[in-house]
T-cell receptor, first 113, second 111 residues
Framework: KAGVTQTPRYLIKTRGQQVTLSCSPI?????VSWYQQTPGQGLQFLFE???????NKGNFPGRFSGRQFSNSRSEMNVSTLELGDSALYLC????????????FGPGTRLTVT | ELKVEQNPLFLSMQEGKNYTIYCNYS?????LYWYRQDPGKSLESLFV?????AVKQEGRLMASLDTKARLSTLHITAAVHDLSATYFC???????????FGKGTRLSVIA
């Protein structure tokens, strides 16, 4: 069974631009969560989607948004990029919401210059 | 608000030695996870601990959970270089809340 895939794997953007990251969950998984990982703040939860609905949201500004499609694929968008948005963005999928084990994708490394 | 603390944050150990990584969490947690991350890579699931007294072992790693003490441990036996990585614990305080991660323990096993 294929694992979680994320595209692109690496991205370089300029301050003020926007970016869209994509995540395809494991087949049959319906919940997708996003995390931001930085050396200073560690792993922080961004949001979770299940059945195309946002179930939980972390403490991030409104510049960070996401969505989930009917095939469970998910995208996250960051608008008006700041230098501090440089991070590894990890997507994780699970069978359902509510305490199911999460499986992580390889991540997207975003660098903002 | 659930908080998860790991210690130590950095650990350098000699091959063949034993050591323990500690993970404390602040509120009641339904389940506790341990992950491994190699540099530049994603998170690999190691253990899921679901109940008080749970103990799981895989190779040289053994994880345990004491829900009364709100403590999980990851014990490393006879360390080898291949275990060098960053280890994270994560907890969730109910089934509908997101995972909260510790800051990770960067383990370096030296000859």
């Amino acid at each position: 069974k294929a694992g979680v895939t994320q595209t692109p794997r690496y991205l370089i953007k300029t301050r003020g631009q926007q970016v869209t990251l994509s995540c395809s969950p494991i087949s049959g998984h319906r919940s997708v969560s996003w995390y931001q990982q930085t050396p200073g703040q560690g792993l922080q939860f961004l949001f979770e989607y299940f059945s195309e609905t946002q179930r939980n949201k972390g403490n991030f500004p409104g510049r960070f948004s996401g969505r989930q499609f009917s095939n469970s694929r998910s995208e996250m968008n960051v608008s008006t990029l700041e230098l501090g948005d440089s991070a590894l963005y990890l997507c994780a999928s699970s069978l359902s919401t509510g305490g199911y084990e999460q499986y992580f994708g390889p991540g997207t490394r975003l660098t903002v210059t | 608000e659930l908080k998860v603390e790991q210690n130590p944050l950095f650990l350098s150990m000699q091959e063949g030695k034993n050591y323990t990584i500690y993970c404390n969490y602040s509120t009641t947690s339904d389940r506790l996870y341990w992950y491994r991350q190699d540099p530049g890579k994603s998170l690999e699931s190691l253990f899921v601990l679901l109940s008080n007294g749970a103990v799981k072992q895989e190779g040289r790693l053994m994880a345990s959970l004491d829900t009364k003490a709100r403590l999980s441990t990851l014990h490393i036996t006879a360390a080898v270089h291949d275990l060098s990585a960053t280890y994270f614990c994560a907890a969730e305080d109910s089934g509908n809340t997101p995972l909260v991660f510790g800051k990770g323990t960067r383990l370096s096993v030296i000859a």
